[in-house]
């Protein structure tokens, strides 16, 4: 499914823990674009496929790409975030504006691996390792239900962890 909310809450849990070092708006960038691959095949011919941008070098090149050009538009959205939706009045939805070069970078690695990862283990489709083999290892490591409840676990720890660092700390 192009676009899953699955890959993205997953990467709640490392924002929690690493603030300051991995952007979550960049995380959230790379696996959209990713799967921009998927939805256009899915519009141009009805089904689903992973290519290039479903392979190692794929999703190395996305990473690239938004860790340095996508880095002013996640900063733009959130201004819009912050200012447009009022987010800055509410204390804990408050956002940093400004991303760093080291979490930009951080933020799209991470969401280029784990897409690359998490899409190999659902999709038969897929060949992550291209072209240095055209095996998927990674298809059905973990039953694609139980792989839907690791990162809604990891989404569970990860509000957890912010939410008890904001009674404490705060």
């Known amino acids: 499914m192009p676009f899953t909310p699955y890959h993205i809450v997953a990467g709640a849990s490392v924002k929690s823990v690493f603030p300051k070092y991995f952007s979550f708006s960049t995380f959230i960038l790379t696996n959209v674009l990713i799967d921009c691959e998927a939805l256009y095949f899915y519009f141009t011919t009805g089904f689903l496929s ?4 479903h392979t190692i070098f794929g999703v190395s090149i996305v990473a690239i790409v938004c860790a ?3 880095k002013p538009i996640c900063e733009f959205g959130l201004r819009i975030w912050s200012k447009t939706l009022k987010m800055e009045k509410i204390k804990w939805f408050k956002t940093e504006i400004k991303i760093n070069n080291f979490s930009s970078w951080i933020g799209a690695i991470t969401g280029a691996l784990s897409q690359l990862i ?3 283990i659902m999709h038969r489709d897929m060949t992550p390792l291209f072209p240095f083999s055209n095996q998927n290892i990674f298809l059905r490591m973990v039953s694609v239900e139980n792989l839907h409840y690791i990162c809604l676990g990891l989404f569970l720890i990860g ?3 912010y939410l008890l660092k904001k009674l404490l700390f705060k």
Do not use: A, R
């Open 50 to 53: 992973h290519k290039f941008f």
């Open 68 to 70: 340095t050009l996508g």
């Open 118 to 120: 998490l899409d190999s």
């Open 159 to 161: 509000i957890f962890i």
